[in-house]
């Protein structure tokens, strides 16, 4: 089940933010502390104002919310409002056996026991999960993950209590795959929020509905992912995701923050992952851990999609090939023949090579002369410093911009600020957000024709979607609806 955790002060609020998510939700969590006093007071009635389940809770202070009263008081309103039809009441781990948990019996209200831990995963967790059990019909443990190996540590425990009714929550950026992954884990159900997310991790409503079909994950659906550090903002979920429900794959695509690859690697044999994408920064780091690498990857020097195959894990390289093919027919009529390439990191190489592969004639330009000049080495290219850019004016059919500079939310830096286009020149920028960098807005008023990072993004996911599956990506997915 989505359930989606409601957060207005008044009951009618929390109504409008249910109809709001109707489509995407099949329970709601209302938290008492999150409601202004009166209304609290009220909240008996709320179940007779929607159609969904809905799940009581009333979070102290030390649990994460924002009751303060003290215990009797608590007690005292979630008395009252157990006489409203709930589905489910939580009652934290501490709490002794009293009046509430004997009115939730006697109305036939389910027991919720929940424990949260803010600093991190208790090592008792397995126990204390196994004696919530006994004292309610599901056990709920919030925990907070600090690494890609305390993930790894909630699935495992997940399994080994499999047939316990119960919720595991990651809490923080970390524990995303776990709120997304929830059926695989065995929970009962998932946290959501009505939009944008109010704290790190929490993942909409309509995203975990339509994005990822969380709900309809089970033992045979194929995990795919991509690791990165940082990776939340990425939009690859938004490619594979519709490609998948377009050809109709039981998959799923989710983001994965690592910190450590090795980890990662036992994670994704642990959850049989069939295939990855790698970004920054682990493109490199992640070839010591593969058999069998394809030849652009072992002349590029970096990886980006990890499949597997039997036995083992295959390195292949899709971004080359991404940022190639808006330009492809200009380079093979000639059109292209000489570029200049702003950068000399990572994403430069394998725009380097892909140009070098194709015989066009390369100069690189960077702020760190040395790693122009190794760049270059490599791939017979000439080089210079950044400050050298104006010498190029007019000398070039093809302008690539590989560096961070113009990245979201620095929407007014230009590398090669004060340069002159003749207006002849394809302008090309791989920052994808934002779409339209300074950039490109001084190359567009100049008149040169202008390709966007989103191209090449879009591009390499096709192929990666194709590495994956075997199918072409389909044409009638809608990759647009979550980019
Ligand atoms: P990526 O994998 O995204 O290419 P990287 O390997 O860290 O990341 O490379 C970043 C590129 O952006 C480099 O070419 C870097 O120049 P240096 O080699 O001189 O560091 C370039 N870059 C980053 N910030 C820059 C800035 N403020 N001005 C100019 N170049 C910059």
Redesign the pocket.
């Known amino acids: 089940m989505i359930c989606l955790t409601l957060s207005s002060k008044t009951l009618a609020g929390c109504c409008d933010e249910i109809r709001r998510n109707r489509d995407y939700i099949d329970i709601a969590e209302l938290r008492l502390d999150l409601l202004d006093e009166k209304e609290a007071l009220d909240a008996k009635q709320f179940p007779t104002m929607t159609d969904v389940p809905v799940i009581l809770t009333f979070r102290r202070v030390s649990d994460g919310g924002k009751c303060s009263l003290s215990e009797r008081a608590r007690k005292q309103i979630l008395l009252s409002a157990l006489d409203g039809d709930f589905a489910y009441v939580d009652i934290e781990e501490d709490v002794k056996k009293n009046e509430v948990e004997a009115k939730a019996r006697e109305r036939g209200i389910r027991i919720i026991r929940s424990f949260h831990d803010f600093d991190g995963v208790p090592e008792d967790i397995y126990s204390r999960i196994h004696k919530l059990i006994e004292r309610g019909d599901v056990a709920k443990a919030a925990v907070t993950p600090h690494s890609i190996q305390d993930v790894l540590t909630l699935f495992r425990i997940a399994d080994e209590l499999k047939g316990i009714p119960k919720i595991i929550v990651g809490m923080g950026e970390w524990g995303i795959p776990l709120r997304i992954l929830y059926a695989r884990a065995g929970s009962l159900l998932t946290f959501a929020c009505d939009g944008e997310p109010i704290a790190p991790g929490q993942i909409s409503a309509r995203e975990l509905k339509l994005l990822y079909r969380a709900d309809k994950v089970d033992d045979r659906t194929a995990i795919y992912g991509i690791i990165g550090n940082p990776v939340l903002h990425t939009s690859s979920p938004a490619i594979h995701n519709p490609g998948f429900h377009a050809i109709n794959y039981n998959a799923i695509y989710l983001p994965f923050l690592v910190d450590n690859i090795r980890h990662f690697f036992t994670l994704a044999e642990y959850l049989r992952m069939r295939g990855f994408s790698v970004t920054?920064?682990f493109?490199k780091d992640v070839l010591m851990y593969l058999g069998n690498i394809t030849r652009e990857v072992k002349q590029i020097g970096s990886c980006n999609t990890v499949i597997r195959v039997p036995g083992m894990w295959k390195g292949m390289n899709t971004d080359y090939y991404g940022f190639l093919h808006p330009i492809l027919k200009d380079i093979e009529s000639g059109r292209i023949s000489t570029a200049l390439v702003i950068?000399?990191?990572?994403?430069?190489q394998a725009i380097v090579w892909a140009l070098r592969n194709r015989g066009v004639k390369v100069t690189i330009l960077?702020?760190?002369l040395s790693?122009a000049e190794s760049l270059a080495t490599l791939n017979l290219c000439e080089y210079d410093t950044?400050e050298n850019a104006r010498k190029y004016e007019g000398q070039v059919d093809l302008i690539v911009q590989?560096?961070?500079?113009g990245l979201y939310p620095d929407f007014d830096?230009n590398?090669i600020e004060g340069f002159v286009f003749s207006g002849k020149e394809i302008v090309y920028d791989i920052i994808y957000k934002p779409r339209m960098t300074k950039l490109l807005r001084v190359a567009e008023a100049a008149g040169c024709t202008l390709h966007y990072g989103e191209e090449m993004l879009l591009e390499q996911g096709k192929l990666q979607f194709e590495l994956f599956t075997g199918y072409h990506y389909p044409n009638d997915a809608d990759y647009s609806a979550f980019a």
């Open positions: 920054i920064p493109k950068g000399a990191g990572g994403a430069s960077n702020r760190t790693r950044l590989t560096t961070s500079v830096a590398p």
